[in-house]
């Protein structure tokens, strides 16, 4: 399985708040938080096969590019799935995370996002309804192993094409 990650600056690792202005780029590797979640998708031979990042102001100012460059280098790549988040409690990025797996689901891109319900209920009960959204501790809550463990279970059903209604039952908002 081919998977993509979408992370802000902080997930990345670029950067704080200060860096929100960061414009998009991406690496053919693991970056920033993602690192965990490759290191349970190589159990599963997996691999992430990039990391597509962006400053949450870049993205609210710039939108319409970010989502478009995004879904095109996912589907350039091949890309079996694309994860968006962990988002964990940070509402900017959660909000990023859910408009750009929209679009992803928009242009048929397998996708799951990962956020907290802390500072996110409002993100939560707009896209529940129509996004896998895997439930997430906040920054420094515990259960992240568990939750992480979670997202990559979701990858595989969504790689595979299997149904995903008792996993989103389960385990998603």
Sequence with gaps: ????????????GLGGKEKSDTPLG???????????IEKL???HDSKIIGTFY?????YQDNKAVVQRKFVKMAEKMGADVVITGPSFDYHDFSQMALELAEKYEEANVPVISAIAKEKN???????????????MPKKGGSGLSE?????????LLLANKRD??????DYCY
């Design 54 to 58: 962006c400053g949450t102001d870049y």
């Design 147 to 155: 939750a992480l463990d979670n997202l990559v279970t979701g990858c």
């Design 26 to 36: 991406g690496k053919k590797i693991a970056m920033g938080s993602s690192e965990n």
């Design 1 to 12: 399985m081919k998977v993509i990650i979408i992370l802000d600056q902080i997930q990345a």
């Design 41 to 43: 998708l190589e159990k």
């Design 164 to 169: 995903t209604s008792q996993f989103k039952q």
């Design 121 to 135: 209920q409002d993100l939560i009960d707009q896209y529940r309804e129509k996004l896998l959204i895997v439930k």
